[in-house]
């Protein structure tokens, strides 16, 4: 066998000493050869980011240093490099696709002006040449309309687009070594499935060694050659695809794929259909505009909802999928008021929900409560988490010692020890805030919950816990959900039955069990064709899946 692209020798990064742990990375050695694709996975805090970002150089902190071990580039130790060395090195030989595109992107540059700059810093070449060349890359990677993109900024392209972007900036320069960090968590099944498809035909064309960094089964499913099963900063499996998927040894892998939700829905829990509506939406439609004179340009308007019909009955999930932009997160914002609707009426019980404004809505909202999507940005970082959840009942009149007692109890409800109370947001794990936030919206004792994303940003095995902790207090306290997710193997698990939305309308709507075992519409054939994994060892496909026209 030739000898690997990278080497990681006996690798030992430390934490600060306040740290959870000594060692973000501990003793570790792996190798990554030419035209393979290894994927590093494991859960949050295991490491992972630490790996892929001392081979690129780019240390969190002065505080977290490697301390023992080598990371060899062909045979050159790129610990002991120079800053000036690495700065060669990083975009000619080894370049790294970061996890939020959004983020990693300069806002006030365009996306043509960017790329163009790996060039001028590497490369002398005129400007027409470097331009071209960014035409060219955008172009193989498969972004439509290039002339459009090299013109466009960051925000106004889609996030699939964006990461496309990174791509061809990581690969400008024909590195030998592509470092993918989380390059999907935060796409739909339909884009991540382009992405995937996109990185493993440049890593074929190109013999790329590839780094693929994920917490997701199914993704490893489709595109590792092998895989290396990270915890707590130690390797704990390594081996080929096949292998570690079908026959894992270590008991963390066997959890690991064990907590990938299937995508055969449970038996039906029961029938709804002599229930009344909890919750009716008829004709719901809204509307975004932006641009206008002030941006030198035309109006634009987005559709994101169009005359919705919904129904959800007392006691019954229903589930929302689509891709990014179909009008889920905005469907769910119509329905709890935190976004006014243009048109259409809101039921709640016997209310009319969209007639209520002043003291009345107010008074109301307690009935309608939502779960959101970032347990990071939707919990105050200034206050302790007793005092979040004691928030809302003693805004309604609840006497203050009963209000705390109430989060106690919530608190030990969610699975968390009531001494939690006297502790800040930031002190607690991302699934163990998700605890909080659920615990927040149920302090009010609400008739009906919505969840928005609820275990989108959460490894697996923490997602499975928070999936089982919605369907106990559904059960529990008799719970109607309103749930929204791009995830099909979450909505198979959660939801009676699903509503699937594109471009701002419901295009197929049924029991879960049918609309898994048969789907109807195109548009819901296409996302189910789109799951990662499912034709693999992880989790397991719909039956009798009718081919997509």
């Known amino acids: ?205 190109r013999g790329t060694a590839v780094m693929f960094i994920t917490h997701d089964f199914g993704v490893v499913a489709d595109i590792a050659d092998r895989i290396a099963v990270m915890q707590s900063g130690r390797l704990v499996e390594l081996g080929d695809a096949q292998q570690v998927l079908g026959a894992p040894v270590h008991p963390y892998t066997r959890a690991l794929l064990g907590a990938v939700p299937s995508l055969r829905p449970p038996g039906a829990r029961a029938q709804f259909d002599d229930e009344p509506a909890l919750l009716a939406a008829d004709s719901l439609t809204k509307s975004f505009r932006s641009g206008g004179r002030l941006f030198g340009g035309g109006m634009r308007v987005v559709h994101a909802v169009k005359n919705v019909r919904l129904r959800v009955r007392q006691g019954e999930t229903l589930g929302v999928v689509g891709e990014s932009g179909s009008g889920k997160s905005t469907l769910a914002r119509c329905v709890s008021r935190l976004v006014e609707p243009d048109a259409g009426k809101i039921m709640v019980g016997a209310t009319d929900f969209t007639a209520l404004s002043g003291r009345a809505l107010r008074s109301f909202r307690k009935k309608v409560q939502m779960v959101f999507q970032d347990p990071y940005g939707s919990l105050d970082p200034r206050q302790k988490v007793g005092a979040m959840i004691a928030e809302g009942p003693l805004l309604h009149g609840e006497d203050p010692g009963r209000a705390r007692e109430r989060a106690a109890e919530l608190l030990e409800l969610v699975g968390l020890d009531p001494r939690a109370a006297e502790r800040f947001p930031h002190e607690f794990s991302g699934g163990q805030r998700q605890r909080i936030g659920i615990a927040r919206a149920l302090a009010l004792e609400p008739d009906l919950l919505i969840a928005d994303e609820p275990v989108s940003a959460l490894d697996v095995s923490v997602q499975a816990q928070v999936l089982r902790l919605l369907a106990d207090i559904r059960d529990r306290l008799g719970l109607t959900m309103l749930f929204i997710t791009h995830d099909l193997r979450v909505a198979a698990q959660v939801c009676d039955t699903i509503a699937v939305m594109r471009a701002g309308e419901i295009v197929e709507q049924g029991p879960t069990g049918r609309i898994f075992a048969a789907p109807q519409h195109p548009y819901t054939r296409e996302l189910f064709s789109a799951v990662p994994g499912q034709h693999g060892s992880v989790g397991a496909a719909p039956p009798n899946l009718p081919p997509v026209h």
């Open 1 to 205: 066998m030739a000898p690997p692209v990278i080497a990681v020798e006996a690798l030992t990064i430390d934490l600060p000493p306040q740290a959870e742990r000594p060692h973000a990375v501990e003793n570790l050695s792996l190798e990554l050869h030419a035209n393979e694709i290894l994927c590093v996975v494991g859960e949050s805090g295991s490491g992972k980011s630490i790996l892929a970002r001392s081979i690129m150089g780019l240390f969190p902190s002065p505080h977290v240093r490697p301390s023992a071990g080598r990371v060899l580039l062909n045979g050159e130790n790129l610990l002991a490099a120079s800053p000036a060395r690495m700065r060669e090195v990083r975009g000619t030989r080894v370049a790294m696709v970061f996890q939020e595109p959004m983020t990693a992107l300069n806002p006030v540059l365009t996306i043509g002006r960017q790329i163009e700059e790996i060039i001028e810093v590497h490369v002398a070449a005129a400007a027409p040449l470097r331009r071209q060349r960014v035409l060219d890359m955008l172009a193989a990677v498969q972004l439509p309309d290039p002339e459009r993109i090299v013109h466009a900024y960051p925000h106004q392209i889609s996030g699939g687009q964006r990461q496309r972007a990174m791509i061809a900036m990581a690969l400008m320069l024909g590195p030998e070594c592509l470092i993918a960090d989380e390059p999907t968590t935060a796409l739909d099944v339909t884009t991540q499935a382009q992405i995937l498809t996109l990185i493993r035909e440049m890593q074929r064309d």
